[in-house]
């Protein structure tokens, strides 16, 4: 049985650099549960190599919480994007995709990278093949030069502030929001259920791009959340509405 498959390899949107894009059919990562796991990688050089010399541009693009921008990204590049991208180098996944294999899966867009990263066309097909019921996907590049709105149909817009939330919402667009308390919320968002009753991703199915009318906010975690506090928390009080049940 296959491992995984390359859904894509090209030019990143973002930039034109070469990128791959592959799919994994299985995790033990507890918070997502079970889902189709999609990796968006440079091709032609490690992830490691990528974030050392800011080719990670290619597949991160202008998300401010990249690590090598003293971001808060939770990603431990050295594992899972590092063992991705080593298997996909060793030719451990298909190039002939078996959407059949994926077929009725909950899907999680972006595992690492960010999906705006990718041709819009590569997800649709995918989407179409696949119907997921349930899928996660969150893109930081709104504000990207190249940001194809498509994308949202499909991904959160993450936003790191209040500001940017409204900022997303005027456009139409919904948001996924990190705070450093998802007890300080802007009008008509709710609280992670990962955070307030600790449901896998695959069992909750809220962070569907644009298919609810509801937003989505979680309190910073992850060994580099520190470095999201210092940034951001004077900001996240401000403005907000606190909700105490």
């Known amino acids: 049985m296959a491992k995984g498959f390359i859904l894509y390899e090209g030019a990143s949107v973002l930039d034109g650099e070469p990128i791959v894009v592959v799919a994994t059919l299985s995790t033990s990562n507890r918070k997502t549960g079970n889902m189709v796991q999609t990796w968006i990688l ?3 050089v490690s992830p490691i190599e990528a974030k050392a010399n800011r080719l990670d541009v290619s597949v991160c693009g202008s998300c401010p919480q990249r690590q090598n921008l003293g971001g808060s990204c939770y990603v431990n590049i050295g594992q899972a994007p590092l063992s991705i991208w080593r298997a996909y180098k060793r030719g451990s996944y298909n190039s002939v995709i078996d959407y059949g294999a994926m077929s009725g899966r909950a899907i999680r867009l ?3 990278g960010d999906p705006a990263a ?8 995918l989407f179409d093949a696949v119907k997921p019921k349930v899928w ?4 930081h590049q709104s504000r990207h030069k190249n940001f194809d709105e498509r994308i949202a149909e499909y991904c959160m817009i993450s936003a ?6 409204k900022a997303a919402h005027r456009k139409g667009f919904r948001t996924f929001r990190v705070s450093t308390s998802a007890r300080h919320r802007v009008a008509n968002e709710i609280e992670c259920l990962a955070d ?9 199915g809220k962070c569907k791009g644009n298919s609810a009318d509801y937003n989505i906010v979680i309190t910073v975690h992850g060994s580099t959340a520190s470095r999201y506090a210092a940034k951001y928390s004077d900001v996240n009080l401000i403005n907000t509405i606190e909700v105490t049940a």
């Open 42 to 44: 440079r091709s032609d």
């Open 110 to 112: 972006g595992a690492y």
């Open 118 to 125: 990718v041709p819009f066309d590569i997800w649709q097909r």
């Open 136 to 139: 996660t996907g969150y893109t």
């Open 160 to 165: 790191d502030t209040p500001n940017a939330a």
């Open 196 to 204: 307030s009753h600790g449901v896998a991703c695959i069992d909750c």
